[in-house]
């Protein structure tokens, strides 16, 4: 055995599951005795400031008293016979040909028959020994972005798309490690939608959590050869909202049913688990730092923006006057070439460098009607983002403290 593995190896390694009514919480082993615990630990990078809050909530497992999705009924569950089949992708247009040798699919999920909401997923098998790999759920922050634009197309899946809106390889893709499941959870984001307009005014926190729950109780149905496979969840940014709140009702729910779903563990790099500490303390301040916007904005923000008036008109109007400061640069990579409006780039990218115009890829590939129709999606014009997700929680360190003393892994990291 590798004494070094890489993290994600250590996160998704097998481990018996975990449900509220499970006996006492076995005590970690210490990681001085385990280097792999070790090699996990030097991984996570919290910030002081994190780590001060966190240690001020409460430790209870997750079964009551929490903010976030409490038990439901149950949930709608629906014949899923035949509909594996349906979804099943051949090849994805102008896929590369060569070592693209895994089972691929894509489809709807109903989660509410009665408004007639469906969700869209991607799901794409492993290519050596699927059937020895553990499921993984991606899902993109946003709030209210698209895990098939940006988790699949840009990020971890096993295809990017090039300046040509043909695809490449990823060489980089989760799936060599897992089977991975891309949705595109909450009606009106990307593919997946409702036939009641009301729900997208209605899209928030706790909706999102119970559909994506309700999307995994069908789901595997329609794969029943995952239903006891190691699960976990990952994503990014504010996936550190969503993925707690889903964490913490898949708990809840496993206590009512004698087939739990298999929560092993989650992991979300540069998580939004905090409004002010993401915001305030991280976000303006590294902006600050590298010189975008003035040193007299950045004190007016200090002294107007604090934990208790963050979304107050003086903080927010201190904030538009920093944005504007910033300019439309890409957050991501200040450094990076400019993107024309055209979506060609300012200097010449080789394929898997940064791209500051792979968003215009990806958009013009995944509105080309014959990649829909490939897809299985119902034809629209898909966006990355959408405008209708409400927040409605600021911080989300009490889940994840309950979330850690009931035993669940989770794994925080940082990019940068």
């Not at 975990?18 to 030097?42: E, F, Y």
């Not at 976000?283 to 600050?288: D, G, H, N, T």
């Not at 590939?365 to 898909?382: E, F, I």
Request: net charge neutral; proline share 8%; with cysteine.
């Amino acid at each position: 055995m590798d004494p070094n593995p890489p993290a994600t190896s250590l996160l998704l390694r097998p481990r018996p599951p975990w449900t509220c009514r499970h006996g006492p919480r076995r005590r970690p082993r210490s990681v001085q005795k385990n280097k792999m615990g070790a090699a996990l630990l030097s991984c996570i990078l919290f910030s002081c400031s994190f780590l001060a809050l966190l240690r001020g909530y409460d430790a209870t497992p997750p079964s009551a008293g929490a903010t976030g999705p409490e038990a439901e009924p149950p949930a709608y569950a629906a014949p899923q016979v035949g509909l594996k089949e349906a979804d099943r992708i051949p090849s994805l247009v102008d896929q590369p040909k060569g070592n693209s040798s895994f089972n691929q699919y894509a489809g709807y999920v109903t989660v509410d028959p009665k408004h007639g909401r469906a969700l869209f997923y991607y799901f794409v098998e492993s290519p050596t020994e699927p059937t020895k790999k553990p499921l993984v759920l991606w899902l993109t922050g946003g709030p209210g972005c698209s895990s098939l634009g940006y988790g699949a197309m840009s990020q971890v899946g096993p295809f990017r798309v090039n300046s040509h809106r043909k695809l490449y390889e990823n060489p980089y893709a989760l799936n060599t490690v897992a089977n991975v499941i891309f949705l595109e959870y909450s009606a009106g984001v990307g593919f997946s939608y409702s036939n009641t307009s009301s729900d997208y005014e209605l899209s928030g926190d706790k909706r999102t959590a119970q559909d994506s729950h309700t999307f995994l109780v069908n789901w595997l149905e329609r794969y029943p050869e995952y239903k006891n496979r190691d699960f976990y969840m990952a994503g990014s940014s504010y996936s550190g909202h969503y993925i707690p709140q889903l964490a913490k009702l898949i708990l809840l729910e496993n206590n009512k049913t004698d087939k739990p779903i298999n929560l092993n563990g989650i992991a979300i790099g540069n998580p939004y688990l905090d409004t002010y500490i993401n915001t305030i303390k991280e976000r303006y301040e590294f902006l600050w730092s590298h010189a975008m916007y003035s040193d007299e904005t950045h004190a007016m923000l200090l002294k107007t923006c604090n934990m208790t008036s963050f979304n107050s008109t003086e903080c927010l109007s201190v904030r538009s006057q920093a944005d504007r400061e910033i300019g439309g640069i890409d957050l991501f990579n200040i450094y990076a070439p400019f993107c024309h409006s055209n979506g060609s780039s300012s200097s010449n990218v080789k394929p898997l460098e940064y791209d500051p115009c792979n968003d215009y890829y990806v958009l013009d590939y995944l509105n080309n009607p014959s990649v829909q129709k490939t897809l299985h999606a119902v034809p629209r014009n898909w966006t990355f983002c959408s405008t209708w997700i409400n927040i409605e929680h600021t911080t989300m360190l009490h889940n994840m403290k309950q979330l850690i003393a009931s035993g669940l892994r989770v794994w925080l990291y940082r990019q940068w």
